[in-house]
């Protein structure tokens, strides 16, 4: 199976910025469509951004503009650049690879105080 690692997430001061990266092993990455999602306390899980193999990208409106998603296949990994973080912004935040069936990080928990 395609195992997923999340990483850089912590707290965060409401306007600072924060990058995720998620380390996939176990398939071949560039075949994988790719993203991220999150849930916030209380909240169903959301999509944030997504990324196709072709390099596409996605984005929930209420992060446009202000994060970026991105991968490096030749480090079979996938990057969420998050600036100008706001408190609602909290959350724990979970990659995500899709080819024949979906594949899950085990989360990263993001803190943003106000």
């Known amino acids: 199976q395609v195992q997923l690692v999340e990483s850089g997430g912590g707290l965060v001061q409401a306007g600072g910025s924060l990058r995720l990266s998620c380390v996939a092993s176990?398939?071949?990455?560039?075949?994988?469509?790719l993203g991220w999602y999150r849930q916030a306390p209380g909240k169903q899980r959301e999509v944030v951004a997504r990324?196709?193999?072709?390099?596409?990208?996605n984005y929930a409106d209420s992060v446009k503009g202000r994060f970026t998603v991105s991968r490096e296949n030749a480090k079979n990994t996938i990057y969420l650049q998050m600036n100008s973080l706001k408190p609602e912004d909290t959350a724990v935040y979970y990659c995500?690879?899709?080819?024949?069936?979906?594949?899950w990080g085990q989360g990263t928990q993001v803190t943003v105080s106000s």
């Open positions: 995500i690879a899709v080819s024949w069936r979906e594949y």
């Open positions: 990324i196709t193999t072709a390099g596409t990208t």
């Open positions: 176990g398939s071949i990455f560039r075949s994988f469509d």
